[in-house]
């Protein structure tokens, strides 16, 4: 393995890039339960509605100028901050510097946005991961106490190019965050320590992130051996794009 594929490697896993496998396992029933909030609804994909919208949900902007900052102490403030951190875990491009920064306000430990740095001081400043957090839109709460933790499984369609010696390719995925309310916000904890099987992914080979299709989903929420994955207990947000 080259020094640069390791790094490569080493920097999907600290920017919290799922496992690429298309492929889903669901872990046993959890002993606290997700706030079920208020539905509206059922989407044409079988995903029931959110009130929860992505890129929204904060009363202000962390130093990257997009990403939203400040939530309320609720389940749903931490569901919106899961999915908004998700965008800025997933970016690394020319304004590095302004997500490392908000990086280091939205995680728990500060030192874990470093890697963002050690990229491009290796490799050079260049756009090399551009992600959104809307087009696909599904996430699944696992559990949450208000005020303090909140566990919950967040999605993205990431565009991965530049990288040396890679060819230019796209993730759709959703895997597990882990956020604590402290500071008088949500905290995205950098390391995800609890059940991690709850994680969804799929491959694919483009350089520009594709229209979410039926077909897409479908190949999401469908296992190695063939079978179709629930879809029950996931949300789509109120404002996916599709």
Known sequence: ??????LLITVLVLLV?????????????RATEPSPGASLGTNAEGFEISPVKA????????????????????????????????????TADRN??????????????????DSLEKLM???????YLSSDVRT?????????????HAEVVVSDVTVFKNFP??????????????LLWTNGDWKRVPSYTGDATETLSLQLQMDTA????????????TADDGHSISREGWKVVNNATR
Do not use: H
Request: glycine share 10%; charged share 20%; proline share 8%.
């Open 1 to 6: 393995m080259t020094r640069k594929r390791a």
């Open 17 to 29: 890039a799922s496992v690429v496998t298309a492929s889903i396992m669901l872990s046993g029933k």
């Open 55 to 90: 890129g929204e949900g904060g009363t202000k902007m962390g130093p990257d100028g997009v990403t939203p900052i400040g939530y309320p102490p609720t389940c749903e403030g931490a569901y919106a901050a899961a999915i908004n951190y998700r965008k800025t875990e997933q």
């Open 136 to 148: 696909l839109g599904i996430f699944k709460p696992l559990n949450c106490e208000a005020g303090k």
């Open 121 to 127: 001081q290796e490799n050079g400043v260049n756009d």
């Open 165 to 178: 010696d890679t060819e230019p390719y796209v993730l759709v995925q959703a895997g597990p965050a882990e």
């Open 210 to 221: 594709p229209a979410i299709t039926k077909e897409i989903i479908d190949a999401l929420f």
């Open 96 to 113: 590095w510097q302004e997500t490392q920064q908000t990086l280091e306000f939205i995680y728990t430990v500060p030192i874990a946005a």
